[in-house]
């Protein structure tokens, strides 16, 4: 019989020809499945669950409701080749879904995260250049981490200054136009990446290994400036800590745009779908949630609708 790993890595691939992005996911399910083995179990079971949610450090019901919902996704894709296997109901864990707050950047921490970026340490400099670049970029274009990791050269195109995203989060493909100061760095970049590497590569992102940054070697990279920054506190034994996240340079990104709409008199409702598309949004409803997670941008919603509700009574 084989391993519930090595069948998770069938269910992985299947699940990538798709376009599914499951970089979080796919860390959790190898450590249920680490431990399946260790135990010598051959079937997901509930039971095999719960052990594993007994032993798998400590969280709130919201995190371990979502670990939930990706074991019964394996599951569920398991079943099918393995009747013995028991995918575990919903109800097993209830969560209350809940997407964090925003934490919002400043164009000077932004600022400063970039050159901080540039100046973690390697043998030659190239960590720096590719966290410094890699995290303004995502600043300056509102890509999700796993977008902008998965660039490959041909994605990049700085003659035209647009990126082609290919399998996004909703499954679909756009293209993000880049402003003049955003191609210029990566020209810079892929300039001082090429010297150090040669030109024989397919991704556009690489450590000095000449592999492609990995989704949580990114993160360690950004909460390492961030602590040096004081954006987090310090950690022993390299521990990422809480604070503010790298996604959080897409939501500044999106935020500070739709602030700018009402402070030039723009009409939000006919600007969100463009938003909505520029984001790899599937709906501008997801768009319209950073209204309602900011309090200045629901402010100035509040403050427009109450000008348009004077205006009509006054007709």
């Known amino acids: 019989m084989a391993t519930l790993t090595a069948a998770l890595e069938r ?34 079971t509930v039971e095999l669950f719960l052990r594993w949610k007994a032993q798998y450090g400590h969280a709130d019901n919201n995190t371990w409701s979502a670990r939930l919902g990706m074991v019964r996704g394996f599951a569920t894709w398991l079943q099918g080749l393995d009747p013995q ?4 109901p919903t109800g097993l864990i209830v969560g209350k879904l809940r997407r964090s707050k925003p934490y919002i950047y400043s164009d ?11 100046r973690l340490p390697s043998a030659y400099g190239l960590r720096g250049w590719t966290c410094a670049t890699l995290f303004g970029l995502i ?15 041909r994605h990049v195109d700085l003659e035209q200054s647009v990126l082609t995203i290919e399998r996004s989060k909703n499954g679909r493909s756009r293209v993000v136009p880049l402003a003049d100061s955003t191609t210029a760095r990566l020209l810079a970049y ?12 397919r991704a556009f992102f690489r450590f000095e290994s000449g592999h492609r940054p ?10 390492q400036v961030c602590q040096h920054l004081g954006l987090r506190d310090p950690q022993r034994f390299n521990r990422h800590g809480r604070g503010p996240r790298i996604q959080d340079l897409r939501h500044s990104l999106a935020v500070k745009t739709i602030i700018d709409w009402y402070r030039c008199g723009l009409d939000p409702d006919r600007e969100m779908p463009k938003l ?13 949630w950073y209204i ?11 403050e427009r609708a109450e000008r348009s509700l004077a205006k009509g009574v006054a007709q």
């Open 11 to 44: 269910y992985l691939a299947v699940r990538r020809a798709f376009g599914v992005d499951l970089s979080t996911a796919e860390r959790a399910l190898r450590k249920f499945t680490a431990l399946a083995d260790a135990e010598g179990a051959e079937h997901v």
């Open 85 to 88: 296997t028991e995918v575990p």
């Open 108 to 118: 000077e921490q932004i600022a400063a995260i970039v050159g901080e970026a540039a």
């Open 139 to 153: 600043a300056t274009t509102g890509l999700r981490i796993n977008e902008a990791l998965a660039l490959d050269a």
């Open 190 to 201: 892929r300039h001082e990446r090429d010297r150090l590497l040669g030109t024989d590569h």
């Open 214 to 223: 990995s989704d949580c070697s990114a993160r360690y990279n950004f909460a």
């Open 276 to 288: 909505s598309a520029y984001l790899g949004h599937s709906k501008p409803e997801h768009t319209y």
């Open 292 to 302: 309602e997670a900011v309090p200045e941008l629901l402010e100035l919603a509040a």
